[in-house]
Nanobody
């Protein structure tokens, strides 16, 4: 069974950092682009960023650019979202999603979510003093 599991969320003060993990089971992540999305209470889900299957390219929303960094360890079948300089507006449930399997590398997207077939259950991130 193909499964994605996010972890690493929690409560952090403004200016703090968290590292979220997205671990896959039942399939090899290296054939998939991975997107990260978040949903704040009462708001629509929004794309945060994405990383290509090879890890060679990443794309970020303007709201997190320069603060968030995506990386992947295909040997561990895991993608990481390092979040620094966190702000209260970063609060929400964070989801990872997988697009693939890809027969050839292509650019990842996060502005839409139709490409993503597999989703995790989400992990809560709360930024508050």
């Amino acid at each position: 069974q193909l499964q994605l599991v996010e972890s690493g969320g929690g409560l952090v003060q403004p200016g703090g950092s968290l590292r979220l993990s997205c671990a896959a089971s039942g399939f090899a992540l290296n054939f998939y682009n991975i997107g990260w999305y978040r949903q704040a209470p009462g708001k629509e889900r929004e794309g945060v960023g994405c990383i290509s299957s090879s890890g060679a390219s990443t794309n970020y929303a303007d709201s997190v650019k320069g603060r968030f960094t995506l990386s992947r360890d295909n040997a561990k079948n895991t993608v990481y979202l390092q979040m620094n300089s966190l702000k209260p507006e970063d609060t929400g449930v964070y989801f990872c999603a997988a697009d693939g399997p890809l027969l050839m590398s292509r650019r990842c997207v996060f502005q839409t979510s139709d490409e993503y077939d597999y989703w995790g259950q989400g992990t809560q991130v709360t930024v508050s003093s």
